[in-house]
């Protein structure tokens, strides 16, 4: 949902990477449909893992309790978002959800924009 939203918000104005340290063998149908409902399509997304090169590559990493299964290196920005797990949850339960992770996405889209401007 984090990437989604940011890709949505943000345009091409920031890439974004999504994968988890133990990504479902698909996207939790309950977590599309909140989605689609906030007007962001996710119908055609996949988990992936998380790989030791799209660690590397970024300069900000989103950590929704992933511990010491994330790679860490030097000179990266990490914030660990700690969230409710929206795996195996209906959509009642997922949509406060959603709407935590759109509201930290958009704080996080204000902080990348400003510190691009300095």
């Not at 309950?30 to 590559?57: C, F, H, N, Q, Y």
């Not at 994330?70 to 949509?95: E, H, I, M, N, S």
Request: charged share 25%.
């Amino acid at each position: 949902m984090a990437a989604a939203f940011l890709t949505h918000l943000a345009g091409d104005r920031i890439e974004v990477r999504s994968a988890g340290s133990a990504p479902a063998d698909r996207v939790n149908p309950a977590v599309v449909e909140a989605m689609a409902e906030a007007g962001v399509d996710i119908t055609a997304e996949s988990p992936k893992i998380l790989t030791t090169d799209a660690v590397r590559a970024s300069d900000v990493v989103i950590t929704m309790g992933c511990g010491d299964a994330c790679p860490v290196f030097p000179g990266k920005t990490y914030l660990d978002w700690q969230l409710a797990d929206p795996a195996g949850q209906g959509l009642a339960a997922v949509r406060p959800i959603r709407d935590e992770i759109r509201s930290r996405v958009e704080g996080l889209i204000g902080e990348l924009v400003a510190t691009e401007r300095n």
